[in-house]
């Protein structure tokens, strides 16, 4: 069996799938296990997939906070689930990783080019940049 390494930004794609089935598990009460959510995508036990699901997991409160403090008009629960995952992803590495904060809001962007329509990319970004410019971000 050959196993493929995935790059950041495909892994990023897994993260973002995982935290959308555990959007849709949450309300309904359902059980589920993130390590098997993770696994059911991923073959291979992967670090960095691992802290971003956990990690938006664990700080979700403080990432729609920060989310909602920047949607004009809106707030992050009534984004859809895929479009909350991947914002959420691009909060957490701003926020909580080492990842360089251009890298962490161009890899949301792109993801949201490929699973959410123009204006959500642009809604995306300017969240991104608007966190990036007023929030007290480590600069890496």
């Given at each position: 069996?050959?196993?493929?390494?995935?790059?950041?930004?495909?892994?990023?794609?897994?993260?973002?799938?995982?935290?959308?089935?555990?959007?849709?598990?949450?309300?309904?009460?359902?059980?589920?296990?993130?390590?098997?959510?993770?696994?059911?995508?991923?073959?291979?036990?992967?670090?960095?997939?691992?802290?971003?699901?956990?990690?938006?997991?664990?700080?979700?409160?403080?990432?729609?906070e920060l989310a909602n403090k920047y949607l004009e008009?809106?707030?992050?629960?009534?984004?859809?689930?895929?479009?909350?995952?991947?914002?959420?992803?691009?909060?957490?590495?701003?926020?909580?990783?080492?990842?360089?904060?251009?890298?962490?809001?161009?890899?949301?962007?792109?993801?949201?080019?490929?699973?959410s329509d123009e204006a959500v990319t642009k809604m995306?970004?300017?969240?991104?940049?608007?966190?990036?410019?007023?929030?007290?971000?480590?600069?890496?």
């Amino acid at each position: 069996m050959v196993i493929e390494m995935k790059n950041r930004s495909e892994l990023r794609e897994i993260a973002m799938k995982c935290l959308y089935q555990v959007y849709i598990m949450e309300p309904t009460k359902l059980d589920y296990d993130i390590s098997e959510l993770i696994h059911e995508q991923l073959e291979v036990e992967n670090d960095f997939v691992n802290t971003l699901v956990n990690g938006v997991i664990t700080n979700q409160n403080s990432i729609d906070e920060l989310a909602n403090k920047y949607l004009e008009n809106w707030t992050i629960d009534r984004l859809n689930k895929v479009d909350k995952a991947i914002l959420s992803i691009g909060i957490f590495e701003l926020k909580y990783t080492e990842t360089p904060s251009v890298v962490s809001i161009n890899e949301a962007i792109e993801l949201s080019k490929k699973y959410s329509d123009e204006a959500v990319t642009k809604m995306i970004n300017g969240v991104l940049d608007n966190i990036y410019h007023n929030e007290d971000i480590d600069e890496r």
